[in-house]
């Protein structure tokens, strides 16, 4: 699967010879220039928006370019709760996606295995919900999940939660939807790496006096690593910049808004462009050095 | 398992009626085998005898339908494979790619609480001369290093019983023959079991202290290696543990200490204590290195038997011997090895010759000739490739 490449380090192509070759250059050049015109020039637009004052006689809205790094200053001491909450719920909603899809992965690309007919019917299923928008899957959890749902009723009913509580709009609500939302991003990896994974070393393991869980713990999840690191990145990532769940019109409310959503108020609403563009600044940093970081410490390059 | 002891020296295996069926077939018919405690046990057949199950079975990894399974005497049918006093060094090595060589071999000390795990896994890796290799991954390493680190793996345990599973198959022709004299040796130092598993005859036939011949889940004959080769007991120990010239015929006679057999009209003596069967249709055969090739009728000798005219059909010079091929009417084709005593080969193709033997070299076989296999054994290249590609396509399948 396409999700599979995404772990893949440069340890491969290093052992290749190298060869400067003017064709190879030629066929690069589409794909340099797509990434120049559609990655480079809004990211340095949006850099330079983001150190913008505003206009001395402008309207509201109107901004002149300037090198205003209070603006960076500004938005940290503003927004510092949304950018903790919005790497809190990331970390917590990919934890618990990898805990959900584990066993499913597993289950499907190792103990499946003997029956190929429905391994690829519940990967069918993993891929589903992907059919329907995922917009109208939140929605459709906001309602499941409203006041007035049948579920909120009865767990009120049997006093499992008090009379006056919600649960749209509260972090958990947000945490649930990320989760959901990003379980098939977590298990496709998982699944693919998974898949490949030589059983021969776990029987290796336990002919060696490991206990099953003591193989699972040295063995498997060490051979999974790949999975684990892209399947993490592909739902930690997103999930950190996201605004629809946390938005008051799906599963989130006041104090459950994350930096996806404080980004999106400042461009639409406010219109305090810099502000904005110094918050996505600082929401790619921070993602990028967590992801070197952590890809560096999982070192998963002899495994690829 | 946390016993943090090693076993004192190797134990003994005893497998007790052991059966294995598969959905769809049955890999071990009966099982009964006693390895003794200390010895070099060699299990030999071709791919799909048994012989690999019969390891899997022993290792813990399989299942056994009926059967019990007893090493040092205690009954170890219902443990799991890592409580067993037993470790396996795979045919596909299967080394843990995450780790160092070093953590390899020290992971089931580490996983038994032994004490000095690394200090232990160092002296194992000296033992097959790659210590200074500890900090590399199994995959920076050759086959035979591989080979040796996954030996380590296990010998470092001191299993009361080492299995192992063709791990000499991926090895090249000259490593194989040094990798075959360095467990020898390892054996001989460390004194376990060692319970080998191959298709390959030489290799058993030059390591093991006691060979066992398996052939559709069952074992056809067991023994010293001589033994197995000098008197094998049916056809297809005859042929799969060398190559032989087997021929059926009724007994015309027989006394206290040789029976005669008609074959094609020729009178053929086979000592008594050489031959299963005394009366009726038999099968004998006798070595194609024991016949001797003769340019003219050979003079009668009671002392030996001897067959022809037939003519060479084919010549194959292979340096320190001569194989002919001589067919002769109404028996059949013969091979033949003759020494190279002269310089080249002393019969041409088409030539007419004569073979005779010791009489005291023939043997006369167990099976009932009507359901004798008739096969001679297919050494050309042509076949030796195509069972290595059949023996390939069944490994990648198994991947």
Known sequence: ?304 | MTTGAFAAQGADLELVGIQKRFPGFTAIEHLDLKIPAGSFFALLGPSGCGKTTTLRLVAGLEEPTAGRILIGGKDITGQKPYQRPVNTVFQSYALFPHMTVLENVAFGLRRRRIDEPVAKAHEALRLVELDHLAARKPQQLSGGQQQRVALARAIVNRPALLLLDEPLGALDLKLRRQMQLELKTIQEEVGLTFLHVTHDQEEAMTMADTVAVMNKGRIEQMGAPEELYELPKTAFVANFLGQSNLFTGPVIGSTSDAIAVAVAGQRIVVPAARAHRHAGEVTIGIRPEKLSLHLSAPADDPARNSMGPGRVIDVSFSGVSTQYLINVPRVGTLIVFAQNMAFGPVAGEGGEVWVSWDIKHGFGLEDEPGDLPKFDADTTTRSIAAQRRASLITELEEV
Request: aromatic share 14%; proline share 6%.
């Open chain 1, 1 to 304: 699967m396409a999700f599979a490449a995404f772990a893949t380090t440069t340890s491969e192509a290093e052992q290749v010879p190298r060869r400067k070759s003017p064709v190879a250059l030629l066929l690069l050049l589409p794909g340099i220039l797509y990434l120049m015109l559609f990655f480079l020039t809004p990211l340095v637009s949006l850099l330079l928006t983001s150190f913008q004052a505003p206009s001395e006689f402008g309207d509201v809205g109107q901004y002149s370019y300037a090198f205003r790094w209070e603006n960076y200053v500004q938005v940290v001491t503003d927004y510092l709760p949304h950018i903790l909450r919005s790497f809190g719920f990331a970390l917590i909603a990919t934890v618990l996606a990898l805990v959900f899809s584990y066993p499913l992965a597993y289950f499907i690309g190792v103990t499946a295995r003997r029956w190929p007919l429905a391994q690829s019917l519940m990967l069918v299923l993993v891929i589903a919900p992907f059919f329907i928008s995922f917009l109208l899957r939140t929605l459709a959890w906001k309602q499941i999940l409203s006041d007035e749902s049948f579920i909120i009723t009865s767990l009120k009913a049997v006093a499992l939660m008090a009379p006056d509580a919600h649960f749209t709009g509260t972090p958990a609500a947000v945490i649930f939807g990320l989760t959901y939302n990003f379980i098939p991003f977590m298990t496709l990896p998982l699944y693919t790496t998974l898949e490949r994974l030589d059983l021969r070393y776990l029987e290796a393991g336990s002919d060696l006096y490991a206990h099953p869980v003591e193989v699972f713990r040295r063995v498997t999840i060490p051979l999974s690593m790949p999975g684990i690191v892209a399947g993490t990145l592909l739902t930690f990532i997103p999930a950190a910049g996201d605004y629809v769940n946390a938005s008051r019109d799906f599963l989130g409310g006041p104090d459950s808004q994350m930096i996806g959503n404080v980004i999106e108020a400042n461009f639409l609403v406010l219109q305090n462009y810099p502000a904005a563009a110094a918050l996505s600044i600082i929401l790619m940093t921070v993602i990028l050095i967590i992801v070197s970081i952590y890809v560096k410490r999982a070192g998963t390059e002899e495994l690829l």
